[in-house]
């Protein structure tokens, strides 16, 4: 399956884990306000989505084939971003640089996860750990000791999990900080839920391997 990742307007990263993701990129693709910042670190996109607001009119010069506009304004950059590489064929998306910088983009941002995995394999990784979502039951790797925060979407799904430090019964997440900070204690968290989307946060911490 082709895999793309896209480098939104936030904060570019610095821990490794991203970098490596961009590093090994079979495609590259740039929210327009996030081009400069990608270039600045050595890297040349191979497309540029957004409706350009934010594109250096210089860039937009020396790039004009790379170039893809989208005026749609029921949608962010982010959004068209994932929609042009779903369309293009690729259907396995890492997101980069789309926390940071203001919070609301930040939340907004996470939030959107859980529509495009309607669609895609989606992740989104930032300098401290991981997002999934997840749309039924899962078992999820991780490693011993591993801080692992679970978001609800839906505020009526009920969820119980095996492998956390501080369990989940039967339990409905009424706000977004109930099931933050847990901790796995052992190699896998299996999260057993209907309905859904399930948002997880996995920390990247001192023993990490490959998060793929």
């Not at 957004?50 to 749609?72: C, Q, T």
């Not at 950059?77 to 789309?98: F, M, N, P, Q, R």
């Not at 940071?100 to 309607?118: P, V």
Request: proline share 5%.
């Amino acid at each position: 399956m082709p895999k793309a990742v896209i480098v939104a307007d936030g904060s570019f990263p610095v821990h490794k884990e991203p970098l490596r993701f961009l590093n090994e990129a079979g495609l590259i693709v740039c929210c327009d306000g996030s081009t400069k910042t990608l270039i600045d670190h050595g890297l040349i996109p191979d497309a540029i989505v957004g409706d350009m607001d934010s594109l250096d009119k210089e860039l937009a010069v020396k790039f004009p084939d790379r170039i893809f506009k989208d005026d749609n304004q029921e949608t962010n950059d982010l959004t068209k971003a994932v929609e042009w590489c779903h369309k293009s064929g690729y259907d396995d998306i890492t997101i980069l640089g789309a926390t940071g910088k203001r919070e609301d983009h930040t939340i907004g941002n996470i939030s959107l996860l859980a529509e495009y995995s309607k669609f895609i394999k989606v992740r989104m990784v930032t300098d401290t750990g991981i997002f999934l979502p997840y749309r039924e039951s899962c078992i999820i790797e991780t490693i011993p000791g591993q801080q692992v925060s679970v978001f609800s979407i839906d505020p009526g799904t009920m969820i119980t999990s095996a492998g956390l430090r501080y369990p989940l019964k039967n339990i409905k997440l009424g706000n977004w900080w109930q099931a933050t900070l847990n901790e796995a204690t052992g190699n896998t968290v299996a999260l057993e839920f209907n309905g859904g989307p399930l948002l997880v946060f996995l920390e990247f911490c001192a023993k990490e391997e490959s998060y793929r």
